[in-house]
């Protein structure tokens, strides 16, 4: 194995206005807490056992594995949503799947996209569903802004 | 050293489709034996003396490196393909290169174009080359599809 | 934790050209010292008391994380820039932060906009600035370029 197995997983999520676009993602990772880590990208499964806990601050610097969805606009008044979803299939011993959704519109029907899709995703897998969790966030731009949610894989040894 | 360097490698690819674009993405990890990891996408060097092994079932939830090419469509009818090549130099002290490649069109025109990519990399390193792998997939949309090809890197200890 | 943080990190630039974008691409991480390596794309802080270095090789084939920006064009003729810029707080206990920049123009306007952006990083998190480093690289395509600055993340040890 290259990586140790992330243990433990929380979801998190935050919007933020910036000069520039990358500053508006920037301030949108900070007010979801993970703005002063390293992210890494990944595609989108909870390890089978990962422990659920609430959202917590990081090693400042730490490279840390993340599934997100982010949207960015520069059109004052619009409104924009990001969110995370996991289903956790009812045997433990199965992998969950994270979804990640992003567009224009509120946050309930962008949240609920995510759900249904991390739904499909274990009907895929032929596993009976155990539970899902799942958050968003909604932004109305002022002058340039962005929505973000994510999952943050992560082992506190 | 940030992360252990992978000694193994192998190619695979998959096809599917979904209710949503990330589900047929998901759909096409699947297939490729892949969908229960989380990805961390990786430009595109296999290591000196890394072992090329038969694709095979990798621990759920880990963190795997990946190159890979994907492209989706939701026009149903069309015709799409993945592909990756690994060029070998001669010299077996020396780095390979991946090249990836998705787009509309026959899997053979996207493999060979991946072909060449890596073909010309090792030319740019100045570097004979000993040998190319590469494998393709394609897929005709049904409804909403993605065709996806990688190299997988990984270290069985 | 999952990784390991990175404790030194140096600013790199390159640019290419390749029979395709691609191909560009990679000549361009050749000529910053880096096209032999697995880059991990991460979003984009140098951890507190992370040593500034100069270039240097990296071991062929190891995962290195990068924060980057890049920009290909396949327009003959066209100027076009990437840069990067870390902006340092003075209380070396912070992070520092990463902003990337690439578009067409000249590397001193991409330059000052980047650095632009790390300044309002730091501002953002009520840090006051103790310095802010940076690099730019410009490319004018012949038939198909990339111009890449990066900051390259990294553990000697």
């Not at 059109?75 to 990640?100: N, R």
Request: glycine letters at 8%; hydrophobic letters at 40%.
């Amino acid at each position: 194995m290259i990586f140790k197995t992330p243990t433990t997983h929380f979801l998190t999520c935050g919007s933020g206005e910036g000069g520039t676009r990358p500053n508006s993602f920037d301030g949108a990772l900070l007010q979801a807490q993970i703005g002063n880590t390293n992210l890494v990208r990944t595609s989108s499964i909870v390890p089978p056992k990962s422990r659920f806990v609430e959202p917590h601050p990081l090693p400042q610097g730490a490279l840390v594995p993340v599934a997100y969805a982010a949207i960015s606009s520069e059109m004052p008044g619009e409104l924009m949503s990001a969110g995370v979803a996991v289903a956790y299939p009812a045997d433990p011993s199965q992998a969950g799947v994270i979804m990640e959704y992003a567009s224009r519109g509120h946050k309930e029907d962008i949240e609920a996209i995510a759900r249904r899709m991390a739904e499909e995703a274990l009907k895929m897998r032929g596993q009976p569903i155990g539970q899902i969790r799942s958050i968003a966030v909604q932004h109305r731009v002022e002058n340039i802004g962005t929505a973000l949610a994510a999952v943050v894989l992560w082992d506190p040894a």
